[in-house]
């Protein structure tokens, strides 16, 4: 009898090692990152500083179209080059008006640090002059015209 219960007893473990475990996995799965959020962890691995501040340029604008502020902002703030960050957040400011964003889009202005970027930006925002995105503002039609 003692046998058969420590072989039960051990079998009871192993059962809640496992429960354990699945539970765990399962759990994680609950809130998965996004592709996004997986492409910015990379980003944020990257050595080399001009590499890595086009990869999360890239991922700050596929973020602001995807109405993302929060990705967009973590991955505009990453990104060293303050010529490409400004560049980058005003194409993200008309990424995200585009996304229906307009509060966030204004906000995300403020990381805009050369001044006549910023009040072309907010001009843009202000004339409703995000149909195209190009970040100069050339060639760009409002909505609807």
């Given at each position: 009898?003692?046998r058969?219960?420590r072989?039960?007893?051990?079998?009871a473990?192993?059962?809640?090692l496992?429960a354990?475990?699945?539970?765990?996995?399962?759990?994680?799965?609950l809130n998965?990152k996004?592709?996004?959020?997986l492409?910015?962890?990379?980003?944020?691995q990257?050595?080399?500083?001009a590499d890595?501040?086009?990869?999360?340029?890239?991922?700050?604008t596929?973020?602001?179209?995807e109405g993302?502020?929060?990705l967009?902002?973590?991955?505009l703030?990453g990104?060293r080059d303050?010529?490409?960050?400004?560049e980058?957040?005003?194409?993200?400011?008309?990424?995200l008006v585009k996304a229906?964003?307009?509060?966030?889009?204004n906000?995300?202005?403020?990381?805009?640090?050369?001044?006549?970027v910023?009040?072309?930006?907010?001009?843009?925002l202000?004339?409703?002059?995000?149909g195209?995105t190009d970040?100069?503002?050339r060639?760009?039609?409002?909505?609807?015209?």
């Open positions: 009898m003692k058969v219960s072989l039960h007893g051990s079998g473990v192993v059962v809640l496992a354990g475990w699945l539970a765990g996995c399962r759990g994680s799965s998965p996004s592709d996004l959020e492409r910015l962890d990379a980003a944020n990257e050595t080399v500083t890595r501040d086009k990869s999360l340029s890239s991922i700050a596929d973020a602001a179209e993302s502020y929060r967009a902002l973590q991955a703030l990104i303050m010529v490409l960050r400004d980058t957040a005003e194409e993200c400011a008309i990424r229906g964003d307009r509060t966030d889009a906000k995300l202005t403020v990381t805009i640090k050369d001044p006549v910023r009040n072309n930006t907010l001009r843009r202000a004339d409703n002059d995000v195209s970040p100069a503002g060639n760009a039609a409002p909505i609807g015209h």
